[in-house]
């Protein structure tokens, strides 16, 4: 029991700061993630639906024209060519194949700009589960065709009123509903986020990712990278690629969304950098970085990247960042912008504002060398849901 | 005043106990002392302070509203303090948080700031007993009561776990939910108030708002009944609001005793 | 020489209907062509941009639930996956590889919803050649996120305001470009339409689509399928798939965009079914099968599927028509919106309005036992592009 | 009349010819005839009346729009043959047009329906050399010209070719690209003109718009000019138009006589 329960943490981040009524859930989708992460059934049917399903292994390019300006050497992993555009599926294909297994009938989640809605509905199609997915009230205004693709996938998209009527506010009425359903529910969590096992569970599955940059790095050069660069919002595209690296030795970049500065008032910051600029705290389930004010309330954050929009951030991030394993960093919106247009220019890749920043960070801090010679970026999604909004800006 | 106390008093009278909650600061500071004077009157047992955080996971949108019209009315935790310090009751006072103004504020601190302003008791709706540990040390040391929710769902080895931690007394969670009132009582409240085999009172909260069902879940074996969102509600509509509050608690206060 | 006139033709159909100016780019061109399609460095580099670049090999999927509702074991090949959203890229890569290995500094393109225009934008970033893509000047307002994508990426988009400002006009610019810059320029047509060697070039380009399946389908079912069903508007998806499969015994049935029935005015026909209800005609440089009136002027065509709305259709398609090797067929635009529906709603996957029509037909034709038990659907893009299109038919 | 007479009596009086280009149909059928007769009038040695057809990718943006006035005036083939029956005119006329509409209205009766209404020649922009066996053949049985094009990009192999083929004139394409008036004279003209070795005129068109350009070419050795957009344009604008179609046809008639 002890030891169960040891696990339950990362340091002194991560554990189960919920309500009692969800305690037992949360143990049985432990115990059962546990049984079924080693059941070669699972694993053989989790496998057969990456690459059938969402077009998996994803490429490992490299980008000639983007290393020739950033001067170093750059490979892209291509997650904006999986299924829905995005790393998010690899997650929800896992935690609904499990849904699956665990006999549930029905998964609600939240979302943000509706990237881990979208890749929910698509797991709730394909697998026949009942699928009703929380979204802010302003987002799912601002991201209209990402509710449609819900809505034509047969997902119920439920507007949520209440707070800033966005991400935040549909992740405590996700908690609210499965505290409610617990019985029959599983909630999908969208990143490395929220109470034990999620962080975990959520790695785990997002791992794919740097697993397969293992195999293609080799065949390309090798050796490992030198560094290793993600965008941070929960951190599940930043883990899915760190964590198969974790015991080598490459320097591992966190980038999150400096949104216009590193500066925040006492409701809101102007950016969305949990690791670079907030505090110890308890948020959604966990202790972690959080973005607060004195007393302990939570900011609204704010970013350009919708996915990176987030007053908080995996526990494991703020553990591996406490030892040093990974480097904080940030990237602001317009130097995100400026990358998100370099990449589209020089390489015919139109890349998520989310993953504009890890670009930005790369362009940034290529010349001080930090990099070394080597480096991967993970491409953690595709930009055609940022059309409108960059459109938007260069006016 | 102690919350054992409270119900040893209960007790002798063979009565239960009607435990209140409003939300500090909602809409105003001033305003809640005055809402506390009216529960007192109309017979409120133990009052329970909910000190409000941005992001109430565990709340219905009835104690969100107040939660957010407390948190635009200025509500801080230290103003919360100074609140509670200078109530003049004389019936035992339960902070009702979530745990990241707990952590923020510093355990310790924390604890203390509850035992000068007289505060007898702390609910946490998102610490479940597995991360309670600290918090529970400091509450014994400083005689404060770390009250814990006990749900449908609760498995019998958590149950048990559960019960050697709680002091003061165990909050019910009578269905599976966020708080709110409703207006039918769940069978599974009477088997729950069964299933929790203690000394320390049991109260049942989540979805009562009248006599009736007051009377239904003392009847069932419950030792208290804890009402929120009815009260709130008053609070939201804002009309001739002190004696409102004063007529819902006499209602429920007399269902409870009749039940007996 | 007359060995080389021949096999300009399929049949009767091809050919090389064009200004004289541009015979000896046409000669050329297949000179190089033919020169560089047996290279085995232009076929490596091909190979590597395919894999890396454009995330081949796109899966083949069973589609567990459509089967089930279909009523026949159908298998969809997964060009929705490739980068772009569509199986678009397969040819401009080839063409983009062939500009750079010939030493032409510019490309130009039509275009008519922005698919080809979008995959010719990549192609030209990516190899850093300029590119200009003509595009109808209704079709810049009715595809504006197409517009802006292509020229995130460095693309000039140059509206074209004659005839019916759609694909077939924009055609027609591209040539009269090309006509007065051939020197330098490479014309990309998007499909298996137009002059030799466009159609054969193309359909070798896109034939990757039809290997692929050859071994997949091996993989899964240890033998081919019954019949292969792709939708048709020029004809670059259905041959790239077929070809590999035409000395097989393999039913191929080319779907095309009935609109709201195979009427037409003198100047209109309410849909693009040419093979279905075209007459021999020349078109664009080659002859065909052409949507026409009966003094031979062109229509304007018509369908819900911006990608099938083309009087034309591929020669080697209506040769293939001619001697009965492959079945024309046609869905309907309300046909091709509730297939659209069927695969968001059973298998998470949001298809192209063009691809769309290739499900309506299995939906239609699966009772009737003509295409046997196991089919293969290819999927030749995806449907985001469509959303808007399809949000407003169900208002 | 035969093509061939006309240039023999130029040849005889030492004189290039104008050639110019009209589509037949803008904005009318009756506005045609009245043109024709106009440019007769001016000095035209040839006609050609162009028959529209939906997508003419040979032509630029002046010629598409007659095009288009044409087709919206309701021009058809068949009008096209019996107005060009009509016409009472003294010098070669040809059709140019797209090959579709040969193709769809049959070779054989297209040809035929060109001897009967008197027309001399055929020009078929998208029809190169390999693909014109067949109306070649046709064309010969009928005794009318079928007229090739050739262009600055032409090969010496293909040249070769063409020039065994074509009859009544060569058409030398003055430069890259569609129709349309220009105001300069390529350089390349001037050598294409010296490539092109045949017994067969050569007449050059593409960018002519006026007396000196026309002048140009001839003295650099053409036997003709062609000149249409100059031509279409003035119909665009609708004014005077008979007197100025006459008036630019003297102009470019003087400019071709002052050349040699
Ligand atoms: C493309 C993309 N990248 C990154 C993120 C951020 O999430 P995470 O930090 O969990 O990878 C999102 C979230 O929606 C996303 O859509
Ligand atoms: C997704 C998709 N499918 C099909 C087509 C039709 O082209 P083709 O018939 O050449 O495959 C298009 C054309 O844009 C397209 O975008």
Known sequence: MKQELKSTKFGK??????????????????????????????????????????????????????????????????????????????????????????????????TGAGQHGTACAMVGAVFGIKTEVYMGAKDTVRQRMNVYRMELMGTKVIPVKSGSQTLKDAINEAIRDWVANVETTHYMIGSVVGMHPYPTMVRDFQSVIGKEVRTQIMEKEGRFPDSIVACTGGGSNAMGIFHPFIDDDVDLFAVEAGGSGLKATDKEALHSATLCAGEDGVLHGARTKVLQNKYGQILESSSIAAGLDYAGVGPELAYLADIGRIKPRYSLDNEALEAFHDLCRLEGIIPALESSHALAYVKNAAASGELGDVVVINISGRGDKDLETVLGMNK | MRISEKFSELKKRDEGALIAYICAGDPTPEGTKEYVTALVRGGADIIELGLPFSDPVADGPTIQAGIERALNGGMTPDIYFRMVGSLKVHIPLVVMTYYNLIFKRGLEKFVKDCASSGIS??????????????????????????????????TESRMEQILTRGTGFIYLVARLGVTGARSDIAVSTSELIRRVRTDTPKAVGFGISNGRQ???????????????????????????????????????????????
Chains 1, 3 share one sequence.
Do not use: W
């Open chain 2, 214 to 260: 007051a009377a239904e879940i003392i009847s069932a074996g419950a030792d208290g009944v804890i009402v929120g969102s009815a009260f709130v509600d008053i609070i939201a509509k804002g009309k001739d609001v002190p004696n409102k509050l004063e007529a819902l608690a006499s209602e429920l206060k007399d269902g409870i005793k009749i039940a007996r």
């Open chain 1, 13 to 110: 981040y991560g554990g189960q700061f919920v309500p009692e009524v969800l305690m037992p859930a949360l143990e049985e989708l432990t115990g059962q993630y546990e049984k079924y992460k080693e059941d070669p059934v699972f694993n053989e049917e989790l496998d057969y639906y990456l690459r059938d399903f969402a077009g998996r292994p994803s490429p490992l390019y490299h980008a000639k024209q983007l290393s020739r300006e950033y001067g170093v050497k750059i490979y892209l992993k291509r997650e904006d060519l999986v299924h829905g555009g995005a790393h998010k599926l690899n997650n929800t294909l896992g935690q609904g194949l499990l849904t699956k297994y665990m006999g549930k009938k029905r998964i609600i989640a939240e």
């Open chain 2, 121 to 154: 008791g702390i609910i946490v709706p998102d610490l479940p007993a597995e991360e309670s540990g600290e918090l529970a040390g400091l509450c014994e040391k400083n005689e404060i009561d770390l009250i814990f929710l006990v749900a449908p769902t609760t």
